[in-house]
């Protein structure tokens, strides 16, 4: 069964930083694409950062602030955070699906919150 465990949230002041982890077990763990959502209050679940064999891709919101990364080794996949800005504030969700697929994301965790005081 695939579990995926974010940790590493928090509530941290504008210009700070946080890195996000993800902890994925029942997978074979370098096989999948790994990505990061976030949800802020109200509004719809948006694509942050995914990292698969061949790279990477950001949301432009994020560019240049944020850096996913992954340790196949620990099964663990990571969201290092900089230069925090308010709207960042909300609940971030780890994802993943096979590499080989390009369909909707089957396997997420339960999420962690970050919260950005300015």
């Known amino acids: 069964q695939v579990q995926l465990v974010e940790s590493g949230g928090g509530l941290v002041q504008a210009g700070g930083s946080l890195k996000l982890s993800c902890a994925a077990s029942?997978?074979?763990?370098?096989?999948?694409?790994l990505a990061w959502f976030r949800q802020a209050p109200g509004k719809v679940r948006e694509f942050v950062a995914a990292?698969?064999?061949?790279?990477?891709n950001y949301a432009d919101s994020v560019k240049g602030r944020f850096t996913i990364s992954r340790d196949n080794t620990k099964n663990t996949a990571y969201l290092q955070m900089n230069s925090l800005k308010p709207e960042d504030t909300a609940v971030y969700y780890c994802?993943?699906?096979?590499?080989?697929?390009?369909?909707?994301?089957?396997?997420w965790g339960q999420g962690t919150q970050v919260t950005v005081s300015s």
């Open positions: 994802a993943a699906r096979l590499s080989t697929t390009y369909t909707d994301y089957p396997y």
């Open positions: 029942g997978v074979t763990f370098s096989s999948y694409t």
């Open positions: 990292i698969r064999r061949t790279g990477s």
